[in-house]
Nanobody
C-alpha cells in the first residue's frame, strides 16, 4: 500500500519561507508525476504545482508563479515545494498527490482527478 507523508508545514510571517516535503513509501512504486494542492477553510481544494518524473514538465498555479518552486528526488521518491515570499492568502492545508500510471499528457497533472494517492496534508499558516 502506497503512503504519502508530508512534512514542513508550520506558522510563518508574511514574506517568509517554508519548504514542504512529501515522500512516497510502501514498496516499489512507479511515479509518473507528483503534485501539490491546497485547501483553505471554506474553499475548494486547488492546484498549486506539479512535476513529472523526469522533471521536464513542471506546472504552477498563476497565484504562486515566481514564489514557489517544485522539485523532486527520484532516488528518495520525494517531492519538495519551496515556498518564498509567503502571503496570508497562502494559508491552507497543503496536500501531496501521486500519479502512478501514464497519462496522455503531463498537463493533466494540474487536475486532482488524475491522482491515485494523497497525503494527509500539512498546515501552512501565514500571519501578518
Amino acid at each position: 500500500q502506497v503512503q504519502l507523508v508530508e512534512s514542513g508545514g508550520g506558522l510563518v510571517q508574511t514574506g517568509g519561507s517554508l519548504r514542504l516535503s512529501c515522500t512516497a513509501s510502501g514498496g516499489s512504486v512507479y511515479i509518473y508525476g507528483m503534485g501539490w494542492f491546497r485547501q483553505a477553510p471554506g474553499k475548494e481544494r486547488e492546484f498549486v504545482a506539479a512535476i513529472s518524473r523526469s522533471g521536464d514538465a513542471i506546472y504552477y498555479a498563476d497565484s504562486v508563479k515566481g514564489r514557489f518552486t517544485i522539485s523532486s528526488d527520484n532516488a528518495k521518491n520525494t517531492v519538495y515545494l519551496q515556498m518564498n515570499r509567503l502571503k496570508s492568502e497562502d494559508t491552507a492545508n497543503y496536500y501531496c498527490a501521486l500519479r502512478v500510471a501514464e497519462l496522455s499528457t503531463s498537463t493533466l497533472l494540474k487536475y486532482e482527478h488524475y491522482y491515485n494517492y494523497w497525503g494527509q496534508g500539512t498546515q501552512v499558516t501565514v500571519s501578518s
